[in-house]
């Protein structure tokens, strides 16, 4: 399954993989009912999640703390952070023992540079999330 905000970024990903069975969705996730929705297509279709691989980011812009736009700010966390969480709290009630979480993160996860203060604080958190999410699955 293949999840975008973007709809013909989406049908193009679909389309090169060439498989007549891709389940896509035209999803926010950063929305809670969506990615509630695109979850439960996948359950629909298949009964279980196998993998999820949770790649969708946006960097958002470069500026000093100072001067970097709240709203620029918030919507590196919503994409990054709370879409993650959410793909993440959604899909594992039906990720089968054993099944496998993919997250990416970034170098800057635990490195920094100046004026990038949203995109670095994103990247750190999704670290800690994945590290916390990895101790409370560790027995599946």
């Known amino acids: 399954m293949l999840v975008d905000?973007?709809?013909?970024?989406?049908?193009?990903?679909?389309d090169s993989i060439?498989?007549?069975?891709?389940?896509v969705a035209v999803a926010d996730i950063s929305n809670t009912s969506e990615v509630q929705a695109f979850?439960?297509?996948?359950?629909?279709?298949?009964?279980?999640i196998d993998v999820v691989f949770a790649n969708a980011?946006?960097?958002g812009t470069n500026a000093a703390v100072t001067d970097f736009p709240e709203d620029i700010f918030d919507a590196v966390l919503d994409v990054?952070?709370?879409g993650t969480f959410l793909t993440l709290k959604h899909s594992i009630p039906h990720i089968r023992d054993g099944g496998s979480i993919v997250v990416t993160s970034s170098i800057m996860g635990v490195r920094t540079r100046p004026g990038t203060v949203g995109y670095i604080t994103s990247k750190h958190a999704l670290i800690g999330m994945v590290r916390c999410v990895a101790r409370e699955l560790a027995g599946r």
């Open 80 to 82: 990054n952070v709370r």
């Open 57 to 59: 980011g946006i960097s």
């Open 39 to 48: 979850v439960k297509q996948a359950v629909d279709a298949w009964g279980k």
């Open 5 to 14: 905000r973007d709809a013909a970024a989406l049908e193009q990903s679909a």
């Open 18 to 23: 060439g498989a007549k069975d891709t389940l």
